[in-house]
């Protein structure tokens, strides 16, 4: 009521609030239509999944009406690759996750702690590997994989050895080249660097050597950043495409979104399918992110403030 | 004294080597080594079937003369990034600062936002099929009866679409952790100068995150001129070659033509490296260059 009858300064004032106030309801707006449209995709999805499979383009959008469990009985049971798939990506992706966590932390404890000969320069070379694009390697990486560099290996007078490790169509050669990556080494080192190392050097005074100390002190203190290194790689190697797209080739070995992705060209009229297959692939994402959901918050911020 | 010390040198030596090793085994192999293969392969001829027949500089000729390379690959590649890395980095810029300004339900937006970069790449491309269908969601939201994923002119902006839609949550994380690093004090002195919200933006919010919008820019570069999930999944580079990019071209090379290529696709391979090796340098100077008013 103050400001209505008053001096000049306190009208700057009102209006001040006034503009405060609505700045802060668009921001509002914004957030909440970009929120709106952040979950549609997956809300659609959900819903439709629920529908007749005759029904995948029919109204209403909003709800499953009629509902039915069809098309989760079909890729549950009918369908007889998709509990395949299903594994496939589960063993592929705790296995990469398990290998890389404990390589990288491993390697990045080293570069931290340990002197060796040619440290700094494995290190650049570290770096430099982290900007290099992933396709410039692809097609070696595949020959490595599979047929070898040279075909019937390399002969060394009687000696003949295999420049490729034959594992195409196999998980294995999905698995291996994921078990160690240059981002989590560093991320680690950089970890380790930060860490205070007065517990380690009591352990190494109490006579247990590197390895003693690095699995009974150093892994378990450094337990959350390998939690968020761990939730970065098993999401990774789970919606990984490109490489197990080359290296998987019949469809008992496919992972889920190589196997989504060949489904929708065999049988692209049950698209409704497909949705429900897509949840399988989306939920247990979505799970382990609420339930780790600030490591995950840890892990992006670290990405970024890092390179800063 | 030392003989221990020396001893002690080569245990770490040889526990930093054995630490490093699993690591540096894989690096060797699928990074080095298959870095100077592609090198290699990418001055011969190879399709598998005969061992690889070095030819020189030809199979880089025949990249700079392939005509699906120049007029359409090449021009759809700078298009998508021109396109995308801006909008993307602006969208998530604003929504982090938007998020930044302690409204309630921070905490809820956060995680509402970052829901569409879980999804896999392979997931949202099949639902955008459906949603971008002549018949789908989006159509009859809009009422609109375009066949978005059949017509060259509108193919790839569905893609770039999706793309920004899936990038800008994990982005406006980096962002809203590195606004959280601002000191207030800097608002504050800003707003007893008279400054307004505007301003505040462009004047400390932006200059003070140069850092972070660097790494966000590099990270959208490099991963935008190598887009190919998306593009495999929902057009495999048509209708008429109009989202065919490079990585998508080195595939169908290397990969998915009949006559495979592999040489000539690794020329391309080398060709993107370098491409993109001189953009990150380029924007390196445009944004550091930019700066050099300011402080920091």
Redesign the interface.
Known sequence: MAVTTSSPQAQVYARTVFFDRL??YL??A??AF??A???A??Y??LV?SFKPVAD??T?P?WAPIPFTLDNYITILGTFQLFPRWVWNSVFISVIVTA?RV???A??G???AR????L?SF?FN??LI?M??????????????IG?G???GGLQLGDLRIPTGFGLIDNPWGVI??G??D?FG?FMMTQFYKSFPKELEEAAMMDGSG??GT?FRIVLPISQTQLITLALLTF?GA??N??WP??VLRSPEQFTL??G??WF?GEYYTL?SV??AG?IF??LP??II??VF?QY??RS??A???K?? | MRTRTDRR?W???L???L??S???I??L???????G??VY?SFTEYN?LR?PRWWGLEGYRRVLEDELFISKALPNTFKYVLIVVPIQTFLSL??AF??D?N?R?QR?????????S???????S??????F?P???FN??TGLTVNWLDDPRTAFYVIMGMNI?TTS??LM??????LQ?IPLAVYEAAEIDGAN?LQKFFYITVPMLR??I???V?VGV?GC??V??QI??MTNGGPLDSTTTI?YL??KW??RDTRIQ?GQ??AL??I??LI??AV?LLQRRVIEGSGSGAER
């Open positions: 700045r802060k921001f509002f914004m957030l970009w929120a449209l952040s979950v995709p997956l659609f999805t439709f995948v383009y109204p959008i290998f404990l390589f990288c491993m390697a404890y080293a570069f340990i002197e060796f000969p440290k494995w070379l570290l590997s900007m290099m694009p992933g396709v410039v390697t692809l097609i070696p990486s595949f020959l490595i047929p560099l040279i075909r291996l080249p078990m160690a240059a080494v590197r390895w690095f999401q789970w919606n495409f490109m797209l080359l979104p190589i989504l992705q929708r698209y497909i949705l897509s692939n989306t994402i979505l992110f609420f959901q995950f918050v992006i911020a990405t970024g403030s390179e800063g | 040198k245990v770490d030596a526990n930093g080597y630490f490093i699993p690591w540096l894989i690096f192999i699928f990074s080095l080594i298959s870095l293969y592609a392969l598998l061992p604003v929504l938007a998020m300004q409204l339900f809820f937006f956060r995680t509402i936002f970052y829901l569409p879980v999804t896999s790449s392979v997931v949202i099949l639902i955008f099929i459906w949603i269908a018949q789908g969601i009859q939201i839609f949550g994990t994380l980096i962002f809203l952790a590195g690093d919200g850092p972070v660097f790494f966000v590099t490099i001129f190598q190919f999930d495999f999944v990585t080195i595939y290397a990969f592999m696709a690794s391979a080398v993107l490296t993109i090796l990150t």
